[in-house]
């Protein structure tokens, strides 16, 4: 964390891979503004300098029950070592408890050494095939209660990680 003018600064990244509709780039964007975070794409991602951040965020939205690839391929090139992560999605269907689909990026950062301060998922638009059919479900999401839990979410993290905007 750096100083600046008596107060510390945590260095926050969010990793965000958000390919069909924006809805998970929307999120990040609620999050970032919380946090100070810059925004990134997983290739622009450079593992150094997100193992050296203070707070790292890994979202996307999610495919067969999955985060996407490139979202779990930039973890998987982290180098071992100390940090804090976050991991968060977006999706048309509901996260079920039994089989969350943020827990396998969960496990890899926790492998890597990544104390993971939790998981963030909402409802999206969604077109995956089957509910192309119909125009796609959950047309309205996120919306502004989605955005808030979002940022809740965010200050929680930004409060725990000693952090301020």
């Known amino acids: 964390m750096e100083a600046r003018e008596g107060t510390v600064r945590m260095k926050a990244v969010i990793v965000c891979a958000s390919v069909s509709h924006g809805n998970t780039r929307r999120v990040a964007d609620a999050m970032a503004q919380v946090?100070?975070?810059?925004?990134?794409?997983?290739e622009e991602a450079d593992p150094g300098e997100?193992?050296?951040?203070?707070?790292?965020?890994?979202?996307?939205?999610?495919?067969?029950?999955?985060?996407?690839?490139?979202?779990?391929?930039?973890?998987?090139?982290?180098?071992?070592?100390?940090?804090?992560?976050?991991?968060?999605?977006?999706?048309?269907?509901p996260e079920l408890p039994f089989a969350p689909f943020t827990r396998p990026l969960v496990r890899l950062l926790e492998g890597k050494g990544f104390e993971v301060d939790g998981s963030f998922s909402c409802?999206?638009?969604?077109?995956?095939?089957?509910?192309?059919?119909?125009?796609?479900?959950?047309?309205?999401?996120?919306?502004g209660e989605d955005f808030a839990a979002a940022r809740a979410f965010a200050e929680r993290l930004r409060d725990r990680n000693g952090g301020v905007s």
């Open 35 to 42: 946090l100070g975070a810059e925004v990134i794409a997983p």
């Open 50 to 93: 997100l193992a050296g951040a203070d707070l790292v965020g890994f979202g996307s939205g999610v495919f067969y029950s999955r985060l996407h690839p490139r979202l779990t391929d930039v973890a998987r090139t982290l180098p071992p070592g100390r940090g804090r992560a976050f991991v968060f999605a977006t999706s048309g269907l």
């Open 123 to 143: 409802r999206a638009f969604d077109t995956w095939t089957p509910f192309k059919l119909v125009g796609g479900i959950n047309k309205q999401r996120p919306n």
